[in-house]
């Protein structure tokens, strides 16, 4: 077994890391304390490749490999909590299912534009105020046929990225039973009649990074809008969160790194009873067990990535990967902020921030509960 990236990988996630500590870290306290979206950085990725990550090259993405995709968000969610949330739910959630499963007409009008950089992001809408992680059965917004459109109505709430996207690519109960073939998945320009993204939620942390609830009031988009065939919606949402899970558990493990860079900084510089703090077992021991979580969290997301792009089944192991790295990001931020003391509850330092960045990272994508479901029914073989 070969653990090496290769001469490219390595390349590219130099590349990411020099940028992100350029652009994206530097800025990070101010969009965390201003709650404003890093325009000045994102305007500078398509060059780069990190807003096309898996979107082909014939679409001016970056045709990416799954891995060098979760090495880019892991630098990401080292510089930055919000900046790498919004470019995970654009990657994975909002470009992801319309190259997997769009029509060709669907992906050149839209990909080029959100890859390069010219237009603003993608974003996938799923979360209804009634229905939480139930998707088969709770999904209330509804899209009905009238002549060669689609009529919209219902609301979506924790939609990432809506208000700086160019549309909302959004599931919908087309059919009126709720089986495994009644929900589309639809693309809505952000520009149509109808449609209403509402006021950014105001969050515990990820404050650089909107999240909206939606609206749809008789929303009218061309029956071409559909993404791929009406009635798989269901199917193509679980796909993508499969991989959406890899791109979370990227980000935790860059979050994680981060605190775990701070507090031995911190441990080497502080000094109590004569001598720093790094000389003290209890922590050595709290950053032993830091640096042996994030060694093996980073394992289990090039895995689950690998086999992405191996085209073999990743399901369990993307969940392993999401579940194992989001709550080993919250715990190393934790205890980054217990080496700090006193002063790791101050702003002054950047624990206290990441902390509230990783907390949402064992939430979204799937709960940790959620994750633990798919694992043991993958395990136990039920549905």
């Not at 693309?187 to 404050?207: N, R, S, Y």
């Amino acid at each position: 077994m070969n653990f090496d990236l290769t001469d490219e990988q390595r390349m590219w996630q130099k590349a990411v890391h020099n940028f992100v500590a350029a652009e994206v870290q530097s800025r990070a306290r101010e969009v965390d304390e201003t709650s404003t979206f890093n325009w000045q950085a994102v305007h500078k990725m398509g060059p780069l490749g990190l807003l096309g990550l898996s979107i082909p090259e014939e679409y001016e993405g970056a045709g990416m490999d799954a891995l060098s995709a979760a090495i880019a968000i892991e630098e990401l969610g080292w510089g930055c909590g919000s900046t790498a949330l919004a470019l995970a739910a654009h990657n994975g959630l909002g470009t992801a299912p319309l190259a997997a499963f769009g029509s060709e007409a669907l992906k050149q009008r839209w990909l080029p534009l959100v890859a390069s950089g010219r237009g603003k992001l993608g974003a996938l809408a799923l979360t209804e105020p009634g229905a939480g992680s139930d998707l088969q059965g709770g999904v209330r917004t509804k899209a009905e046929i009238d002549g060669d459109e689609w009529v919209i109505n219902g609301s979506k709430m924790w939609c990432t990225n809506a208000s700086i996207a160019e549309y909302i690519i959004t599931l919908a109960r087309t059919e009126p039973t709720s089986g495994s073939h009644s929900l589309s998945m639809i693309l809505v320009p952000t520009d149509t009649p109808g449609l209403t993204i509402h006021p950014a939620e105001k969050k515990m942390g990820l404050k650089g990074s909107p999240t909206h609830a939606v609206t749809y009031e008789n929303v009218r988009v061309p029956l071409e809008n559909l993404i791929g065939k009406q009635g798989r919606g269901l199917q193509q949402t679980l796909s993508t969160l499969d991989g959406g899970r890899i791109s979370i558990g990227a980000l935790s493990v860059g979050l994680a790194q981060a605190a775990y860079e701070a507090a031995i900084d911190y441990a080497k510089q502080r000094q109590t009873f004569g001598k720093p703090i790094a000389e003290h077992q209890a922590i050595q021991f709290m950053l032993a067990d830091a640096a042996t979580e994030i060694d093996s969290a980073r394992l289990m997301v090039y895995r689950a990535a690998w086999l992405k792009q191996e085209g073999r089944p990743y399901t369990r192991e993307a969940a392993m990967a999401k579940l194992f790295a989001t709550e080993t990001g919250e715990r190393v931020a934790r205890n980054a902020i217990q080496i700090h003391g006193g002063m790791g509850y101050s702003s002054q330092y950047p624990v206290e921030r990441i902390y509230r960045d990783a907390r949402l990272m064992t939430i979204g994508e799937g709960t940790s509960e959620i994750n633990r479901m798919v694992i043991a029914r993958q395990i136990l073989g039920g549905r």
